[in-house]
């Protein structure tokens, strides 16, 4: 069983940054491919950013690309969003999630554990 807690959103102006992390209880972590999500108000849930449990491989949806970076620091449990340049669309709740697998997933439904989310506004 894992727990996820995310923090680090908030209020920004556009253009500006934001470090969310997601801390994780229990020893599956470093085994475990973990990934971001976000869920705009009215719209569903999409796929934002993932990497596999060595960090070696990540994967980044295209309207993120080259603006955010996920990275992971395993002695913590924890696994970091770095969101760069942000725009008014990037404006969702924020969800880390954690599956049980090597390699790395795009799809919620693959996932096996979530945290609460963590409100990001980006105003314009």
């Known amino acids: 069983q894992m727990q996820l807690v995310e923090s680090g959103g908030g209020l920004v102006q556009a253009g500006g940054s934001l470090r969310l992390s997601c801390a994780s209880s229990?020893?599956?972590?470093?085994?475990?491919?973990m990934a971001w999500f976000r869920q705009a108000p009215g719209k569903e849930r999409e796929f934002v950013a993932t990497?596999?449990?060595?960090?070696?491989?990540?994967y980044y949806a295209d309207s993120v690309k080259g603006r955010f970076t996920i990275s992971r620091d395993n002695a913590k449990n924890t696994v970091y969003l770095q969101m760069n340049s942000l725009k008014p669309e990037d404006t969702a709740v924020y969800y880390c999630?954690?599956?049980?697998?090597?390699?790395?997933?795009?799809?919620?439904?693959?996932?096996?554990?979530w945290g609460q989310g963590t409100q990001v506004t980006v105003s314009s």
């Open positions: 229990g020893r599956a972590f470093s085994v475990s491919t």
């Open positions: 990497i596999n449990w060595s960090g070696g491989s990540t």
């Open positions: 999630a954690a599956a049980r697998t090597f390699v790395i997933k795009r799809e919620s439904g693959q996932y096996d554990y």
